[in-house]
């Protein structure tokens, strides 16, 4: 089954239960977390695409294989179970750390220390004394859960069995026991994706998404169908790159459940007749929106030659045709005063241009 109960430091309480959004259980993040705070959330393209992950919060001990063409992977679980999806929160939590610091200008290593506070308020879990064990569980899980595949990163393929973690170890308060920080080495193959940016930018919601299986489903969408406007898959494939131990029938049933509230970050989802699947991209729609609303309105022709005032020399018809898409992918409405608005366009266009 996909849907066990949730960790402690996830499941939501009362009402809450049913509602396919988890809470934002920290709209103000701490002053100290200002580093964290202002980090993007972060993903690795290869564990987005391929299903690393169980999708169950239930101990999975079975051996995991994938081919998808000529793609393979095989996931080897310890004694403690699969790595979860719930576990890659840690992951993504150390990826956008170290996007950020790169961003920075820092320099960034393949070892980490995290303060286990700023884990949890970075991922949108509870704080209490249990929360931070079950991180100490998880980092345990991610470190076991070994991997051999010939998907590359950095167009290099690893040769031979690896963890996603080489190590890691938990530090405790000597007086209450409480996890405080957590340091982890991630593995050669993980870390190479960091370094060539093999990322993409997770929506801020993804950690509120309640179901594994909504979870893994965004990650794909947001892999495959990213900022274009349409991408289809059928729905056993799907499946199968979610990685669900579910009957094609039980997965149907919870992708109807997906598509009926539509809570998805970033996507639509929609099934046909064929058992395909697509997903539209709701900023290429919104931006497909505007530029029909962008279009509708005309200049009046002594908006033209004011322009021409402005901008001597220039084409003011090439003038509006960059005006109208600068406003398009900017995601500007419609001005008010489009007159006015497109006469100062071309005001600060020649300002920067001169003649042509």
């Known amino acids: 089954m996909l849907h066990e109960t949730l ?31 202002d980090a993007v959330l972060k993903d690795d393209m290869a564990s987005m695409e391929h299903p690393f992950f169980a999708l169950t919060t239930k101990p999975d001990r079975r051996i995991r294989r994938y081919e998808n063409g000529n793609t393979w992977l095989e996931v080897v679980p310890s004694v403690k179970g699969l790595a979860t999806i719930y576990d890659k929160d840690i992951l993504i939590f150390a990826t956008s750390q170290l996007m950020a610091a790169r961003k920075m200008g820092r320099p960034i290593s393949q070892e980490l220390l995290l303060t286990a506070r700023d884990v949890l308020v970075f991922t949108n879990r509870h704080t209490g004394g249990r929360d931070y064990e079950l991180l100490g ?4 899980r991610l470190q076991g859960t070994q991997v051999q595949t010939n998907i590359k990163t950095a167009g290099k393929e690893e040769r031979h069995i690896f963890g996603l973690v080489d190590s890691a170890s938990v530090a405790r308060d000597p007086k209450s026991g409480r996890v405080t920080e957590l ?11 960091i370094e060539a940016q093999e990322v993409l930018t997770l ?23 990213g900022a274009q406007f349409e991408w289809k898959i059928g729905l056993d494939l799907l499946r199968k790159k979610c990685g669900t131990a579910d009957t094609l029938r039980k997965f149907r049933f919870n992708l109807r459940e997906l598509m009926e509230s539509n809570h998805l970050p970033d996507y639509e989802v929609q099934s046909n007749d064929k058992d395909m699947v697509i997903f539209t991209s709701r900023k290429a729609q919104e931006k497909i929106e505007g530029a029909a609303g962008l279009h509708r309105f005309a200049l009046d022709p002594e908006v033209y030659h004011d322009a021409r005032q402005v901008a001597p020399g220039w084409d003011v018809h090439v003038l509006e045709d960059k005006w109208r898409h600068w406003m398009i992918d900017g995601g500007l409405d419609a001005p008010k005063d489009a007159g006015k608005a497109f006469v100062g366009f071309c005001r600060k266009f020649y300002e920067r241009n001169g003649s042509p």
């Open 183 to 193: 340091r982890i080495k991630l593995s050669d193959w993980f870390f190479r994706a």
């Open 7 to 37: 960790p402690a430091s996830i499941a939501p309480s009362g009402d809450e239960a049913s509602a396919p959004l988890l809470p934002v259980r920290h709209p103000q993040r701490e002053l100290f977390l200002c580093d964290v705070a």
């Open 137 to 140: 569980e998880a980092l345990a």
């Open 203 to 225: 929506h801020a919601d993804y950690f509120r998404l309640r179901k594994p299986i909504d979870r893994r489903i965004y990650e794909i969408a947001r892999k495959h169908c």
